[in-house]
């Protein structure tokens, strides 16, 4: 991996030359030169357009489009189109009056279509262009469709080669409600998308957009481009027509996902070395002399490390918990996590309802009954829009009094909760994000934020969190995010704030997804710093679950494999309660995910140590196994003992004391 490591230092130390859009192509251009080359590759195909499985890897990325595509489009029914019948003529672009900005239709040769459209930017100003059209049929929530399209960049001398484009179905009015966003980079060859959709729905006019209400558009950025769309169509195929599953889909895939991945050898080869211990029991008579040849059983019970997710305390306290769903919930939790944290009953617009708050300070008290430690989530969310209206009315025009607030709030919340909590996200969500209040305040207001979450909660972990920083777009490592974060940390460490650890959040998207090597020398960088690492919102928010299941594998065996991560949590874990209706472990009737799978294999099956043997003649049982607790059992002249026992890096041996 080093070699690996050095080629992406030099390539991202020296982004400071690059523009900010060279990021997201390092992705998003990748992905599309990874797609096959249907066109000037026919001689390679039995088909003229589609032959057997094409797959080209270029980089970090993979994209891979088969013959399987196309079968499963033969096999949907009619379905009811979204646009009309010239698609090509339902598009407008609507870009500021300032850009210098066409849209033409242009012949096209050799291709399954013979027109597309061609916009064509030169010397944008600020702002963003669309080129929209809208539904010409109604669209209701939970509704299943597909749209499919063909698009290639026009390089020129003064026009890229990778073009950026979002494709966004999206309400027509506020809140913009969006079933669907996938950022692309296209590439001067033809390349045909399958982007399937469910319906999200939202508007004064209930659960159904009437014709013109939604936006079918590709945004398109600030930069001088030019790009061809081209063989268009949106279907509607409405609810308990077809399933998601036999709707054609362009996936992706990312290096290191190979199971025979040097990364991966070296991530198992540091696991044995840090998370695990070389355990000695010893056995000893009721006068304190060895006992040979006793049989000894170590049976694992807990992991010292944690893994853990959102906990909702309604389903474990409260009329909720009667349920069968809660009963399960409740269930699996036990058998899956030993940390948890809350949502939403402690940020700070949550804790300030009565109840709330008492659904805190309750669903804490079952945590602790239950052996399940707390991690807080979040001090401060540094932004108007987290809060209610009211803290905004009160402070936009007075940040002294916001401070007093605030630093008022941290006494409250921690002060109730102190020496319950392992570690606290004291802000959330703050690096490179212009409208997040230190830019309006003052830099130093963290350093006092940090200052007072410590007076208040010493014992408890001080945690710098945010997103897009382990897991990014092209799998970077100093992207103007990534940097802006490292540099709050710098600021917060050499203004002597008693920040402790880094909280990554760690979402994967179809657009974000960091190859592991990436992700890992991300955490080198924080790891540098002298920080502790935790992942503090693990999601997967991807349709396919087959890649969902890999990246669960690899990005929790290189966060485990890292010895300064000290704690992974997933952002839910069951469909049924979870903020995207997609968590990575169960599905709604609670069927096991691949990546509930894959979790499960690594954390209760290649991670988790049972041994026996017997003792040798000093009365010494030996074995290595995961640091946790464990359950031992020693059997001699026909009776038996069992106690439990934690084994750490600090205390390897346990001994085993027999009546006599």
């Not at 602790?368 to 430690?373: C, D, L, R």
């Not at 359950?631 to 001699?636: I, Q």
């Amino acid at each position: 991996m080093e070699s690996w490591r050095t080629e992406q230092y030099l390539r991202f130390m020296d982004n400071s030359r690059l523009p900010l859009i060279t990021f997201k192509n390092l992705f998003l251009a990748s992905i599309l030169l990874l797609m096959p080359t249907l066109h000037g590759q026919q001689e390679e195909f039995e088909d003229e357009f589609y032959s057997g499985d094409v797959e080209r890897k270029v980089g970090f990325w993979v994209l891979h489009q088969d013959a399987a595509n196309e079968a499963k489009l033969s096999k949907l029914p009619q379905g009811q189109a979204m646009l009309n019948d010239d698609p090509l003529s339902d598009f407008q672009l609507n870009a500021p009056k300032n850009w210098n900005a066409q849209m033409e239709i242009v012949p096209v040769e050799g291709m399954p279509f013979e027109q597309a459209i061609r916009v064509t930017i030169d010397d944008p100003k600020k702002g963003r262009a669309t080129l929209r059209a809208y539904n010409t049929t109604p669209l209701t929530r939970k509704d299943i469709g597909l749209a499919i399209f063909w698009a290639r960049s026009v390089p020129g001398s003064d026009k890229p080669e990778n073009v950026d484009v979002d494709f966004v179905l999206q309400m027509n009015q506020p809140d913009w409600f969006g079933s669907i966003k996938r950022d692309l980079t296209l590439s001067p060859e033809w390349q045909k998308y399958y982007i399937p959709f469910k319906a999200k729905v939202k508007g004064p006019k209930g659960i159904t957009a009437q014709a013109g209400e939604e936006r079918i558009q590709f945004q398109l950025e600030a930069m001088p481009q030019s790009f061809e769309i081209a063989g268009l169509s949106c279907v509607n195929y409405g609810v308990g027509n077809v399933t998601f599953e036999q709707l054609p889909v362009t996936t992706i895939s990312y290096r290191g996902r190979e199971l025979d991945a040097p990364w991966r050898k070296e991530a198992n080869e540091r696991i044995e070395k840090i998370r695990k211990g070389d355990f000695t029991v010893e056995v000893v008579d009721a006068s304190g002399n060895p006992v040979p040849d006793a049989q000894v059983s170590l049976k694992m019970t807990r992991h010292a490390f944690p893994f853990g997710s959102t906990f909702h305390g309604p389903r474990a306290v409260g009329p909720e918990s009667e349920t069968e769903d809660s009963k399960q919930y409740i269930k699996h939790f036990r058998e899956n996590f030993t940390r948890a944290v809350f949502e939403g009953s402690t940020k700070w617009a949550g804790w300030n309802k009565p109840t709330l708050r008492q659904e805190a300070i309750d669903s804490l008290e079952w945590l602790q009954e239950n052996n399940i430690s707390f991690r807080g989530h979040v001090l401060v969310y540094p932004k108007w829009r987290k809060h209610d209206g009211q803290l905004k009315k009160t402070y936009k025009d007075d940040p002294e009094g916001l401070q007093k607030a605030i630093l008022a709030h941290i006494e409250d919340i921690a002060g109730t909760f102190k020496g319950l909590v392992t570690d606290w996200d004291v802000i959330n969500e703050h690096s490179a994000d212009p409208s997040s209040w230190p830019n309006w305040m003052g830099r130093e207001v963290m350093v006092e934020w940090f200052k007072k979450a410590a007076e208040v909660d010493p014992g408890s972990g001080r945690l710098l969190t945010d997103n897009g920083i382990a897991i990014t777009v092209g799998g970077t490592l100093y992207n103007p995010k990534q940097k802006a974060y490292y540099s709050d940390i710098d600021f917060l460490i050499e203004n002597d704030a008693p920040i402790t650890g880094a909280g990554l959040q760690s979402r994967y998207f179809w657009h974000r997804i960091s190859p592991p090597e990436a992700s890992l020398e991300v955490f080198d960088i924080l790891a540098a710093k002298g920080l502790d690492l935790h992942v503090t919102e693990f999601d997967i928010i991807l349709e396919d679950e087959e890649l969902q299941g890999d990246l669960m594998r690899d990005y929790l065996t290189a966060a485990f494999s890292h010895p300064a991560m000290q704690s992974f949590i997933m952002w839910g874990f069951w469909d049924g309660a979870h903020h995207r209706n997609n968590a990575p472990l169960y599905r709604a009737d609670w069927s096991l995910k691949p990546a509930g799978k894959a979790y499960r294999d690594l954390v209760f099956g290649q991670w988790w140590t049972e041994a026996e043997g017997k003792t040798d003649a000093e009365g010494d049982y030996s074995t290595r196994g995961f640091f946790g607790d464990y359950e031992v059992s020693v059997t001699a002249g026909g009776k038996t003992v069992t106690q439990a026992v934690a084994f750490d890096e600090n205390d390897k041996k346990a001994v085993v004391k027999l009546d006599s």
